[in-house]
């Protein structure tokens, strides 16, 4: 046993409560259990009495000795695969139009992009031919551009000023 670093300790050792299937070695004689889920078919067996044989009424689904399935068991593996391609199908019918509605959102969000872009470029070239226009009234008056932009400051913390309280 190795030696602990704390000290003494009982953790390692099992609470006889979680003990559960300590003594548990497994039966041999069992033989599977039929599923619960499928009741009254499964590999070509339609009914719930008759042969009830060593596979719990169930047929197997394992060629006979000249590598054939049974005409049964064969209608019931293709019906199981055509619920499964009809399940798939309208899985990927779904993700489909999934994939077709991110798309038109992505197309739109660029046009709105674009679009915005385009605004903005227009606001700053309005802004600039102002901003240039400003400037030219600002030296016919002889006035410079620093008393303007304080005029405009002051403007702007009278309207604050009113807007906030």
Do not use: C
Not at 96 to 124: C, H, P, Q, V, Y
């Amino acid at each position: 046993m190795a030696s602990s670093r704390f000290g003494p300790s009982a953790l390692h050792q099992r609470d006889p409560r979680s003990a559960l299937f300590e003594n548990y070695t497994g039966d041999k004689n069992r033989t599977g259990s039929q599923s619960p889920g499928r009741v009254g078919g499964g590999y070509g067996y339609t009914g719930a009495s008759g042969s009830g044989g060593v596979n719990g009424g169930f047929r197997p689904a394992t060629p006979n000795s000249r590598g054939q399935y049974s005409d049964s068991v064969i209608s019931e593996l293709e019906s199981q695969n055509d619920s499964e391609i009809e399940g798939m199908s309208a899985k990927v019918k779904m993700l489909k139009d999934i994939t077709i509605a991110i798309g038109d959102e992505i197309r739109d969000s660029s046009k709105l992009a674009d679009k915005m872009n385009d605004s903005f470029d227009n606001t700053r070239v309005r802004l600039r031919g102002t901003m240039n226009r400003m400037l030219r009234m600002a030296e016919k008056t002889g006035v410079g551009w620093r008393v303007w932009l304080g005029f405009f400051a002051a403007v702007a913390f009278v309207f604050w000023y009113v807007w906030l309280f």
